[in-house]
């Protein structure tokens, strides 16, 4: 099984597949962790949400390309509204409030999931142009699931582009680095962090709507993705977008590997990964912020 | 969550000349938030569909019912346990979904003396070597669904299957308990795994060790959000062209199924109860689930109605002596939706029919399940269970 070159090929697929859906999650995550020093657990309970809402949509349009688009602009709304009612008023609070806030934000979000949805998961049908299945190396793969590796790539290079090649970009790596300097520099930093914030709950968003075809959609869902999302943020090192996409694919691959190759530690090995990173590079492997 | 609500009023008893009366208080311990919030749900609507059915002519005895909520952790079960038996002083308690929860009860309720009345928890130990005369078990036992398919199989010409279960107690059980009677009937397992518990929701990786796996099928529990995801996957990766799926059949339950789509099709389990079984009980059970509640009646909510009916049976049958009452619950016998049924008194689990059936997808979507073969009267070894 292991010398056969399309069973690897297609477990490689699926690796990259998972890679890419934590990348959707983490870069938000690490950016806005990396940016401000805010720390939003509940950034798993917006991914949650572009899940639920995109299922919503999907059933009420009928279409999946609708939920597609409308879900995370939907779950970005819902960001900037806690933003302005809830993180604002914790932003320099320390970490301990804003756990406590994001983690409470958790369970407020887990209760209304289950008041609004109800207990069952619920499935939500793959676009009928990708719900079909291709063939490579003598093995069947899911298109849906090459579209969600696209995606992640897509986002990759549209957010590659807009930090390395814009003015805007400049700025959110200039207030990583050092926000006093940037903000005596004329940068709006609380503006762009509002900014950022935002694109991370599009983008988690995002994640949700594009998972739910592929995972079904169900209150809790939120808890299990935020475990790997924040190994990956802590591997990667906070707010870089190649720590991010780097992180993403180490963990990706390794559980997706791990749990065919060595089943009896696949819960385990993110989390000694995680430990010899903190031991070897505290900072992560690519930490935005110079030292 | 607290409801005490009158399950049954008295009827004037001119008629009858009734020796004693005793007014009988029954605790449904079950989830009603968390996770299986929609099992207990759907067994507390059973069980009041039963007394509604069976409780209009209990003479002078009353019942009355409590709920409460375990949200499926042990702990909070045991403490709900103890509030029902001291606090309210319940006659019996009945209910509880979670295995886990069951084990945390199970010195409680056999050093109080207090019958449980299991509504669905499968794990063999509490029929088995763990077992007590006060648990007495109208659902299932892990083992006992999914006995049965190992030789049907290989009476079916399936030699080899890879089996894949969630890694925790249930998904143990169920996967032992098969591979045993299918190695032992003449097949093979080429190989298997268990996926993370709750922590898995992307079973490419696993589908595709499984297709490469050489088996002639595959083998499998999952239920609930898992079963939705495994389905799925199973369908989008074309392994439903290749390999036949086979399980127990939460897998393909009522409940999700049409989450699933075209994928279940053709998908063959093992389930001690399936909507299309046809007899008057199951048609009368299922018609006026659905005029309650809108919905076809599932798996867990039989489990109910006939917990409900065996309480409500035992009052009958003691004539208001809650001492005889304790002992008749393992004694009660009856045919219900599911067929006949009866306690075993070497191990209070239940004995009853095990239907091996094929679910059906139509073009449409709509899904059917055609019962292919029913084994009858399945009945647990006793395990190293000795009632005292």
């Known amino acids: 099984m292991l010398t056969d070159p399309g069973y690897l090929f297609v477990q490689f697929l699926n690796g990259?597949?998972?890679?890419?859906?934590?990348?959707?999650?983490?870069?938000?995550?690490?950016?806005?962790?990396?940016?401000?020093?805010?720390?939003?657990?509940?950034?798993g309970a917006l991914y949650a949400c572009g899940a639920?809402?995109?299922?919503?949509?999907?059933?009420?349009t009928g279409s999946f390309w609708a939920a597609f688009l409308l879900a995370p602009l939907a779950v970005c709304v819902i960001g900037a509204v806690l933003y302005g009612v809830l993180i604002r008023q914790v932003r320099s609070a320390g970490p301990l409030t804003q756990v406590l806030l994001t983690f409470g934000l958790i369970f407020i979000f887990l209760d209304a999931f289950r008041v609004?949805?109800?207990?069952?998961?619920?499935?939500?049908?793959?676009?009928?142009?990708?719900?079909?299945?291709?063939?490579?190396?003598?093995?069947?793969?899911?298109?849906?699931?090459?579209?969600?590796?696209?995606?992640?790539?897509?986002?990759?290079?549209?957010?590659?582009?807009?930090?390395?090649?814009?003015?805007?970009?400049?700025?959110?790596?200039?207030?990583v680095d050092n926000a006093e300097m940037a903000s005596c520099l004329g940068v709006n930093v609380e503006r762009l962090f509002f900014a950022v914030f935002c694109t991370g709950c599009l983008l988690a968003g995002l994640a949700g709507v594009a998972a739910a075809p592929i995972f079904s959609v169900y209150p809790g869902m939120d808890l299990e993705i935020l475990i790997p999302t924040l190994i990956v943020v802590v591997i990667g090192?906070?707010?870089?977008?190649?720590?991010?996409?780097?992180?993403?694919?180490?963990?990706?691959?390794?559980?997706?590997?791990?749990?065919?190759?060595?089943?009896?530690?696949?819960?385990?090995?993110s989390y000694i990964l995680l430990g010899a990173t903190l031991i070897l590079r505290p900072e992560g492997l690519f930490p935005a912020r110079a030292h | 969550m607290r409801k005490t609500f009158m399950a049954s009023a008295v009827l004037a008893a001119a008629l009858t000349l009734p020796a004693q009366a005793a007014d009988y208080k029954v605790g449904l311990l079950l989830p009603y938030s968390g996770v299986y919030a929609s099992l207990g749900?759907?067994?507390?609507?059973?069980?009041?569909?039963?007394?509604?059915?069976?409780?209009?002519?209990?003479?002078?005895?009353t019942l009355t019912l409590v709920q409460e909520d375990t949200e499926v952790k042990p702990p909070v079960g045991l403490a709900k346990a103890r509030k029902l038996v001291l606090q309210d002083k319940v006659d019996a308690i009945s209910g509880i979904v979670s295995s886990g929860v069951l084990a945390a009860l199970r010195d409680f309720v056999h050093q109080t003396e207090t019958p449980l009345v299991v509504a669905n928890a499968g794990n063999d130990q509490m029929t088995g070597e763990r077992c007590s005369p006060y648990i007495i078990r109208v659902s299932f036992s892990n083992g006992q669904v999914n006995r049965p398919m190992g030789p049907w199989l290989v009476e079916k010409g399936v030699k080899k299957i890879y089996t894949l279960a969630p890694d925790y107690a249930a998904g143990r059980q169920m996967i032992e308990a098969f591979s045993k009677s299918f190695t032992e009937a003449g097949g093979e397992i080429v190989g298997g795994q268990f996926t993370p518990f709750r922590k898995t929701k992307d079973f490419g990786p696993y589908l595709t060790a499984a297709a490469a796996s050489g088996a002639d099928g595959i083998f499998v529990f999952y239920a609930g959000g898992e079963a939705i995801?495994?389905?799925?996957?199973?369908?989008?990766?074309?392994?439903n062209e290749k390999m036949p799926l086979y399980g127990s059949g939460w897998l393909t339950s009522p409940l999700y199924v049409g989450a699933?789509?075209?994928?279940?099709?053709?998908?063959?389990?093992?389930?001690?109860?399936?909507?299309?079984?046809?007899?008057?009980?199951?048609?009368?059970?299922?018609?006026?689930?659905?005029?309650?509640?809108?919905r076809a009646a599932s798996e867990y909510a039989v489990q109910g109605y006939d917990a409900g009916r065996l309480i409500v049976e035992a009052i009958k049958a003691s004539g208001g002596d809650k001492a005889a009452f304790k002992k008749n619950l393992s004694k009660?016998?009856?045919?219900?939706?599911?067929?006949?049924?009866?306690?075993?008194?070497?191990?209070?689990?239940?004995?009853?029919?095990?239907?091996?059936?094929?679910?059906?997808?139509?073009?449409?979507?709509?899904?059917?399940?055609?019962?292919?073969?029913?084994?009858?009267a399945v009945r647990d070894a006793p395990n190293g269970c000795q009632m005292n």
């Open chain 1, 16 to 43: 990259l597949q998972f890679s890419m859906l934590l990348f959707l999650l983490s870069v938000g995550l690490s950016v806005t962790f990396g940016l401000m020093n805010f720390v939003n657990l509940a950034h």
């Open chain 1, 52 to 60: 639920f809402i995109g299922y919503s949509i999907a059933v009420w």
């Open chain 1, 116 to 175: 609004i949805w109800g207990d069952l998961a619920l499935g939500v049908s793959a676009p009928t142009l990708l719900a079909t299945n291709i063939h490579i190396f003598g093995q069947t793969y899911p298109l849906y699931r090459l579209f969600l590796i696209a995606l992640g790539l897509a986002v990759y290079l549209i957010l590659w582009l807009a930090l390395e090649r814009t003015n805007i970009g400049a700025m959110v790596r200039a207030s």
């Open chain 1, 237 to 269: 090192g906070l707010g870089s977008l190649k720590g991010a996409i780097v992180g993403s694919l180490l963990i990706g691959m390794l559980q997706t590997f791990g749990q065919v190759l060595i089943p009896q530690l696949a819960g385990s090995l």
């Open chain 2, 41 to 61: 749900n759907d067994i507390t609507a059973g069980f009041n569909l039963a007394v509604e059915h069976f409780g209009k002519d209990l003479g002078d005895d």
């Open chain 2, 229 to 239: 995801g495994f389905v799925k996957q199973y369908g989008e990766f074309g392994i």
């Open chain 2, 260 to 294: 699933e789509g075209k994928a279940a099709d053709g998908v063959i389990t093992s389930l001690n109860y399936s909507p299309s079984i046809e007899n008057p009980e199951n048609e009368r059970f299922q018609k006026d689930y659905m005029a309650a509640h809108d």
């Open chain 2, 332 to 376: 009660v016998k009856f045919s219900g939706p599911r067929g006949p049924l009866e306690i075993d008194p070497a191990t209070n689990n239940i004995v009853q029919n095990i239907y091996i059936y094929e679910t059906k997808v139509a073009e449409d979507g709509s899904t059917s399940q055609e019962i292919l073969d029913t084994v009858e």
